[in-house]
């Protein structure tokens, strides 16, 4: 346990030392990879009770939104702040939703999820006061009064978006390893089981939802002050889509999963793009088939292959 | 009188199929009932809404002189009576050790923990215990799915027994459990059993099984209570036998084809 730990925050710092040397690009690419590293852990907690929401768009954008307007509204560019204001506010609404998604399964539970995530999007794209489809601009952040110019631009939320990452990956790592964690596997796998055990199978999804969601809003906060603009394509059903193809990508079996998943994908789409414009989305559909021929338990699994027998 | 269970005209439908109808059982501290019945005759049925899985149509269910019914199966279970099921009811792609641990770790919580971890050497330890006194450690690192039928059905028992309920109710322990290897099976929950003190109500088939453990007998017919009584008394009971048991006990092979 203190191992793991350790080396999370290991290669937390390591990346964060190499974010000192690396081009503008790719501290920009990593930082919008790490952020929805971040949604996909929190989708992970979600997958591994047998359940995929097709929604996480909707605390995405939910957040994103949130330090957009809260920097405005509030004439503020704390990070830090903005970022909290961004969880509290997804799980608050997540509080409210769950209560309803945790009594469903399967595709009634993917597709409610997804229906809520386009409502946002449809009030979104018919409020001019957000810039309606066009969204609009969010200042940069200030971390303790300090904003980075020039060719340091991008590190500030760089260096949030690792600190979040370190911060929830040893969450996860730790919550899949304790009671409600494998609770997760347990209502997978037979929920009268757990019922006849004692627990609840409504308050353990429950439970798992609000997590993914403030991880999802923790996400969609820190692409807004990366990205520095925000629109309602965050909370389009593709964007959640996307989501679950890095689950699937990365794999569920581990907390490193989303991230490495999360990584690849963003670099699979940015050479995709460059190699060919028209049709890049059909590299990655390949690149997914692929991966799902070969790798059913995701990228990760091939690390686990590896390492086989060593504790990570 | 110490009633630990009663039920009064408990019944319940499933549209126009009555599965149960009127079911006076009264179960006291200690005894070890066994429960007869063919198949469709309602003894899962009274299980389940005896555990809060189905609530009833009418009826009352008192433990120890309160009501239970309305109650969910958390609630009953807490409150001291617990189940196995006809069919085991366990997580089928986890191992046997992962399974006991995640019924420790609910078990030991009433608001499970996010951070600490569940496989500690202690609990890793107690699940060792719980697997010996059922005597399946052997299995302890095996997939549920692959295991024999028996081992599964003990686990499902171990895992019943871990509240220490004051009722044990036992769906067909030994279904599906090769004839030989019955008596065993019994042997260790009973040996278990016996340890907690707790009340036993068991669903079987096997007669033998029935006369070697049971302290009385129920036999339920079409929703009914037939007979309840001493195993003796209850299985010379020509209703019963006409019933009941002649469905079970002597098949008779050549008019069962004929009348098929
Ligand atoms: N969920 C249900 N929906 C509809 N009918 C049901 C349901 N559960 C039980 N029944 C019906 O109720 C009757 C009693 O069923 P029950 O399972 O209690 O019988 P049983 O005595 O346990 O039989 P067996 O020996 O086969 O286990 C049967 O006719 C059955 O078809
Ligand atoms: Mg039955």
Redo the contacts between chains.
């Keep these: 346990m203190k191992y793991a730990t350790t080396m999370i925050v290991g290669a937390g710092i390591a990346l964060l030392a190499a974010g000192l040397f690396m081009p503008g690009w790719l501290t920009f690419l990593l930082t919008l990879a790490f952020a929805k590293g971040l949604v996909v852990m929190g989708l992970l907690l979600l997958m591994r009770a047998g359940l995929v929401s097709f929604g996480q768009g909707l605390y995405y954008c939910l957040g994103a939104y949130c330090v957009g307007i809260a920097g405005d509204y509030f004439e503020t560019q704390n990070a830090l702040l903005l970022l909290l204001l961004a969880i509290v506010v997804c799980v608050a609404l997540a509080a409210v939703i769950g209560l309803l998604l945790c009594r469903y399964r399967d595709i009634f539970f993917a597709m409610f999820s997804m229906a809520f995530s386009m409502i946002l999007y449809g009030v979104l794209v018919k409020s001019s006061a957000f810039g309606s489809s066009d969204g609009f601009n969010v200042k940069p952040p200030l971390l303790f009064g300090w904003t980075p110019t020039g060719e340091s631009g991008p590190f500030l939320a760089y260096g949030l978006a690792v600190v979040a990452l370190v911060g929830v990956g040893i969450f996860v790592w730790r919550y899949l390893r304790s009671p409600m964690g494998y609770a997760g596997e347990a209502v997978r796998e037979n929920e009268i089981r757990v019922e006849y055990l004692g627990a609840s199978v409504r308050r353990i999804i429950y439970t798992k939802y609000l997590l993914a969601a403030a991880m999802a809003g923790l996400g969609g906060g820190i692409t807004a002050l990366a990205a520095g603009h925000i629109d309602p394509e965050m909370a389009y059903w593709t964007t959640s889509g996307e989501f679950v193809f890095i689950a699937l990508m990365g794999g569920v079996g581990h907390a490193a999963g989303p991230v490495i998943g999360a990584v690849l994908f963003e670099l699979l789409r940015t050479y995709a793009f460059q190699i060919s414009p028209y049709t890049w989305q059909m590299i990655l559909g390949i690149a997914l088939l692929v991966i799902i021929l070969y790798l059913p338990k995701g990228v990760w699994s091939l690390v686990e292959r590896v390492t086989k027998g060593k504790p990570l | 009188m110490n009633a630990l269970l009663e039920t009064r005209s408990l019944a319940r439908n499933f549209g126009a199929v009555t599965a149960a109808a009127d079911i006076d059982v009264t179960i006291n501290a200690g005894e070890i009932v066994g429960v007869i019945g063919s198949n469709g005759a309602g003894k899962t049925t009274f299980i389940n809404m005896v555990?809060g899985?189905l609530a009833p149509s009418s009826g009352e269910i008192l433990f120890k002189g309160k009501s239970i019914v309305g109650k969910?199966?958390?609630q009953v279970?807490?409150a001291g009576i617990?189940?196995s099921?006809q069919v085991a009811?366990?997580?089928?792609?986890?191992t046997v050790l992962?399974n006991v641990?995640?019924?420790y770790?609910?078990?030991?919580?009433k608001i499970?923990?996010?951070?600490?971890?569940?496989?500690t050497k202690a609990n890793i330890q107690q699940a060792e215990q719980l697997l010996e006194e059922y005597g399946i450690t052997s299995y302890m690192a095996e997939t549920v799915v692959t295991l024999p039928q028996g081992v599964r059905k003990l686990l499902d028992i171990a895992?019943?027994m871990?509240?220490k309920p004051e009722i044990l109710l036992l769906d067909e322990p030994t279904s599906g459990v090769a004839i030989d290897d019955k008596f065993e099976l019994m042997d260790t929950v009973m040996r278990a059993v016996r340890k907690s003190g707790a009340a036993v109500l068991f669903v079987e088939h096997d007669m033998e099984v029935i006369a070697r453990y049971s302290t009385r007998l129920i036999a339920f017919y079409d929703g009914r209570v037939l007979a309840d009584g001493a195993v003796s008394e209850v299985m010379g009971d020509e209703k019963v036998k006409e019933l009941v048991t002649g469905h079970h006990l002597d098949i008779d092979y050549e008019r069962e084809v004929e009348h098929a």
């Design positions: 555990t899985y969910n199966p958390r279970m807490r617990c189940r099921f009811q366990l997580f089928p792609e986890l992962d641990l995640i019924a770790g609910i078990m030991k919580h499970l923990p996010l951070m600490s971890p569940l496989a895992l019943a871990l509240r």
